[in-house]
Structure formats: structure tokens, C-alpha cells
């Protein structure tokens, strides 16, 4: 059974879907990356997991989580896995950190909210090395200052030491080092990495940095207009034939923006999410793009083992 078993998750803000039961699954020790352009659901329907999404969110599907259904759990339970089993770094980690506490004294708290046996002395001396493992130097005197005197990459790496401060099973982070500097991200990204590789965590990560992908992921689910179009093991992302879109993400990339954009252009933008166009949401944009794309939606099926795809034209063109 894996870890995170993600089935026909639907999230709806009044009439809109921003996502339309999407499923992946997600097992011990893996790094799921989940990439699409801004406004295509990515944080809606990370946050939905551990149902984090503000009020007028409504939520129908399954979360299974270690097999328990977590769209169906009690606030108080999920307060109990949220911190201790599920860590989270948040896209906007500016308004992650209550500004009045200091660093350390935060640490602390997110150890000592999930084990209350923990003394203040043991809490410290973990937050310590939580801060030494995220790339903090000088942690003792680091741990005494408030947030406002740490840069956005280091409050970035106060966050990640709270999301994986007790060992969670499950990290979430959602373009943890977008504001980051390359060499920052770099050790930033090498945390998550290796808390995967030493304890076993599973990391469900947003980015749309497509070398952070190559470098970390296992698998990539690709997304568009609140729906998965592709998902598959990463390691034949970039070689083998991409579904349209993601080829579009692919050929997007910084280093061959300029030839493909002698060569074609993907115009246009993510549809309006209150007025879905028919078929294939990404037929206006699409280059491959056929009446029956505008008329009925490709089914997401799987096409070979792990690789799923939801297009008319799998391979017949
Ligand atoms: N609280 C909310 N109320 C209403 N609509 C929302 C809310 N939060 C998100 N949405 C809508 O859900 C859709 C998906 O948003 P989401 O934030 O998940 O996109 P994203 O893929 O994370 O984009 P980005 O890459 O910019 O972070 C968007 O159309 C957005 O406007
Ligand atoms: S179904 Fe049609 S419009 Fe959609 S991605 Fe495939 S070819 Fe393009
Ligand atoms: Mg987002």
C-alpha cells in the first residue's frame, strides 16, 4: 500500500473546480514532483492532503494516508498528523513565521506541540541540529533572533527545519526555494534529498523548476487547468515522446526558449477555470490539436507501467 494514495481529489471554490478529480500515489522514500504552470491547481491540491485549504474550500474524494482517509478525519486528529507526520513548507513562507517569536523558540514549539514529554533543554538541542542540518552556521546565537532578521532564504530554511522536525513521513513543499539564490536552493533542495534518503520520508514537491526535477524526482505528475495530463517515472521525462503539454513545459525551458521560439510558439494562456473550454482543455493552445480534441476530453489512462497520459493522439502521431 503506498504511503499517499490521492483518488478522484476534487477542490471546488464555489463554482469552480480548481482541481477535477486528480489520483496519484506517492510511497515511502520517493520524491513526487508535481509541475504545471501557475494556476493549473498545483498548491490547491497539495494543501487539500492534509486539508490546510481556508474555508469556502470544498473537498470530495479520497486522501488515504497510511490507509486512513484523511478528507474524512477529525480536526483534532489532523492537527495531531499535521506536524508530526506531515510536514509542510508553504509557498509564502513570509506569513509562515509569527514575527514577535524568536527563531529557536518556534523549533521548539512545532517538537514540542507533538511530544510533550520533550523537556525545554531537549527541545533545543534538537533544534540545534534541525538548524545545522538546514545550512543555519552559528545556530545557538542563529536561534535567539527574530524573523525579521533573517534573509527569506534562511527563514526558507527555518521552515524546512520545522517541516521535518519530527520526522514526518510525509513532506509537502510547495516551491520551497522559488526565492532562493541558485546556490541556496541547491543546499535548500540537498536537505529534502537527504531526508528521503536517510529516513525514508516521501516528498511531494511543487516546482516549476524542471532541473530540480531531473535532479530529485522519481516520478512527475504533470499538470493542466486543475486535472492531470501526464504522470510517469521521471527518468524518461526528458527522452522519451511527452504528452503535448509537458513537451510545451520541456521546450519552455530557459535554455531552448530562444530556438523554439523561432520554431513555434505555444500562445494563449490557462483557460478561465469558470468557463472550462470543451474537450481538451488544452486545445486552443495545442499544436497537435484536432476537432475531436475540441469536442470530448482524452481520458487520463495508462499507457505503459507507472506512465499515464490523457491525450487523443497517444502515440499515433
Ligand atoms: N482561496 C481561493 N479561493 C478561490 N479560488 C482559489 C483559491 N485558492 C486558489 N484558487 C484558484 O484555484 C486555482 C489553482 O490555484 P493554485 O494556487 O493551486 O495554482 P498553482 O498551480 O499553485 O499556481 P502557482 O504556480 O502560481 O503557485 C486558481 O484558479 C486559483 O485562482
Ligand atoms: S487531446 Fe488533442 S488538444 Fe489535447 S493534448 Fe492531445 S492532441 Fe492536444
Ligand atoms: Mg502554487
Not at 492534509?50 to 486512513?68: C, K, N, Q, S
Not at 525579521?148 to 513543499?173: C, E, F, Y
Not at 525551458?253 to 520554431?263: C, D, K, N
Request: glycine share 6%.
Amino acid at each position: 500500500m503506498s504511503l499517499l494514495s490521492v483518488r478522484h481529489l476534487t477542490v471546488s471554490f464555489g463554482a469552480v473546480d480548481a482541481v477535477a478529480g486528480i489520483s496519484f500515489d506517492l510511497d515511502r522514500g520517493r520524491v513526487l514532483c508535481v509541475v504545471g504552470e501557475s494556476g493549473s491547481g498545483k498548491t490547491v491540491a497539495a494543501l487539500a492532503v492534509p486539508r490546510l485549504l481556508p474555508a469556502p474550500a470544498r473537498i470530495t474524494g479520497r486522501v488515504l494516508f497510511d490507509g486512513e482517509d484523511l478528507t474524512a478525519a477529525a480536526e483534532r486528529r489532523l492537527r495531531d498528523i499535521r506536524g508530526r507526520r506531515i510536514g509542510v513548507v508553504f509557498q509564502d513562507p513570509a506569513s509562515a513565521l509569527n514575527p514577535v517569536l524568536r527563531i529557536g523558540d518556534q523549533v521548539d514549539e512545532a517538537l514540542r506541540l507533538h511530544d510533550r514529554a520533550t523537556t525545554r533543554r531537549q527541545a533545543r538541542s534538537r533544534t540545534l541540529a534541525l538548524l545545522e542540518l538546514v545550512g543555519v552556521t552559528d545556530p545557538q546565537r542563529r536561534a535567539e533572533q527574530y524573523p525579521h532578521q533573517w534573509s527569506g532564504g534562511m527563514r526558507q530554511r527555518a521552515l524546512i527545519a520545522i517541516a521535518l522536525a519530527n520526522d514526518p513521513d510525509l513532506v509537502i513543499a510547495d516551491e520551497p526555494t522559488a526565492a532562493l539564490d541558485a546556490t541556496v536552493q541547491a543546499q535548500v533542495l540537498r536537505v529534502l534529498a537527504d531526508a528521503r534518503a536517510d529516513r525514508g520520508c516521501a516528498v511531494l514537491l511543487i516546482t516549476h523548476d524542471l532541473g530540480v526535477v531531473a535532479d530529485l524526482a522519481d516520478d512527475v505528475v504533470v499538470m493542466y487547468a486543475g486535472r492531470i495530463v501526464e504522470a510517469r517515472p521521471a527518468s524518461a521525462l526528458f527522452t522519451d515522446r511527452q504528452h503535448p503539454y509537458t513537451r510545451t513545459l520541456l521546450d519552455s525551458r530557459p535554455v531552448w526558449a530562444e530556438r523554439v521560439e523561432r520554431l513555434r510558439s505555444t500562445p494563449g494562456s490557462l483557460p478561465d477555470p469558470r468557463h472550462p473550454p470543451a474537450g481538451c482543455a488544452f486545445h486552443p493552445r495545442c499544436v497537435e490539436a484536432d476537432a475531436r480534441c475540441a469536442a470530448e476530453r482524452p481520458v487520463l489512462l495508462e499507457v505503459a507501467a507507472g506512465h499515464r497520459t490523457a491525450c487523443h493522439h497517444r502515440g499515433d502521431r
